[in-house]
């Protein structure tokens, strides 16, 4: 077992959606001893933080600088790699490739000549087309990734399997990770995030047309996980000396609207969704299916139940998108009782 009490742990990407969201499970589990590298941009992502207790804060530019130097970051025991550019539609395909690949090359030897822990984050977005048997165990080789984005993330798989990384750091396919703190994301942040938003301005929301008969509309179907599930196997594979590849997911499939429905039910508002035509630049790679086969973790010896959809949605509605809150380490533990009050 790999104890994350000893030495400092290493969060990049700390001001994002699943890496301030693992601070503040570090947190609850009394772990303060925490560098948090970003990048702070114009955004106000850096609020995420205010709440969080960690020991330093480096820019993301400092931080590589200081691995390519060697240089000592304190007794470094733990690497949490979370972050990148997540952008599915980013165009520089150059920018993606230094920030995505080399970054976590540069970052993963370095952790690796200090015998550290090396988390890292890949994607579900590696699968590329693929629709079903979303398993961490297909041939790397045979994935084809459908934008720049994805293949950033693939060519770390890749590199580190044909060098033998993958036996000593452990990669994770976060699959449609949601939940708060995600605002900063634009249009990379969750339907959850959009539709609340949506609802706030016209009371109603708007969901593609299916254009498969087998898929009427809005039961085209995605595996969607809560953050709050997505950082306790992030810390369960860490801890457990796991490596290799593995989903991230809830191993189950939902269709949008099970997604958007408790979202009026938590604003207790009446339910109002339109279908509105796809973009025809998406239709022909439009997903209709996703779903995270999950053998691998579980094999580890994870049982924690996953939050169930609904109750996920109406925690976030209730105690973060209402009152505009982030993730902070003093919130109630059993957010689970929380939900049974609120509703």
Avoid at 198 to 212: D, E, N, P, T
Avoid at 233 to 238: D, E, F, K, N
Wanted: a neutral charge; hydrophobic letters at 40%; aromatic letters at 12%.
């Amino acid at each position: 077992m790999h104890d994350l009490s000893r030495g400092r742990i290493v969060v990049t990407g700390g001001a994002g959606l699943i890496g301030s969201a693992l601070i503040w499970a570090l947190n609850r589990r009394g772990l303060d001893n925490i560098l948090v590298v970003d990048r702070l941009d114009r955004s106000e992502k850096w609020k995420h933080l205010v709440p969080l207790r960690f020991a330093d804060y480096l820019d993301a530019d400092d931080f590589e600088s200081r691995c390519l130097q060697s240089a000592d970051a304190g007794d470094v025991r733990t690497v949490f790699h979370l972050g990148a550019c997540s952008s599915t539609t980013e165009c520089d395909a150059a920018y993606l490739l230094r920030n995505n690949y080399q970054y976590t090359k540069n970052l993963a030897y370095w952790a690796l000549e200090r015998h550290a822990r090396f988390v890292y984050a890949s994607s579900a977005a590696t699968y590329g087309a693929l629709e079903r048997n979303l398993s961490d165990e297909m041939e790397l080789a045979d994935l084809r990734p459908l934008n720049g984005y994805a293949y950033s993330k693939h060519l770390f798989d890749l590199y580190a399997e044909r060098n033998g990384m993958d036996r000593r750091v452990c990669g994770l396919k976060y699959f449609n990770i949601f939940g708060p703190n995600e605002e900063h994301k634009g249009e990379m942040r969750s339907l959850v995030h959009k539709a609340y938003g949506q609802i706030r301005a016209s009371g109603s929301v708007r969901l593609f047309k299916s254009y498969r008969p087998e898929y009427r509309d809005g039961e085209q179907q995605r595996d969607f996980l809560y953050v709050k599930d997505a950082v306790e196997m992030t810390l369960h594979v860490a801890q457990h000396d796991a490596t290799g590849i593995f989903n991230v997911g809830s191993g189950g499939a939902h269709t949008w609207l099970d997604l958007v429905r408790p979202i009026f039910r938590a604003l207790k508002l009446p339910e109002r969704i339109e279908f509105i035509e796809m973009p025809e630049a998406l239709r022909d790679k439009y997903q209709y299916f996703t779903c995270a086969r999950m053998e691998r973790l579980f094999a580890t010896g994870y049982d924690r139940p996953v939050t169930a959809l609904a109750d996920a949605v109406t925690d976030y509605v209730v105690n973060y998108l209402v009152p505009q809150k982030p993730l902070e380490c003093d919130d109630p533990p059993a957010f689970r009782k929380e939900l049974s009050a609120a509703t």
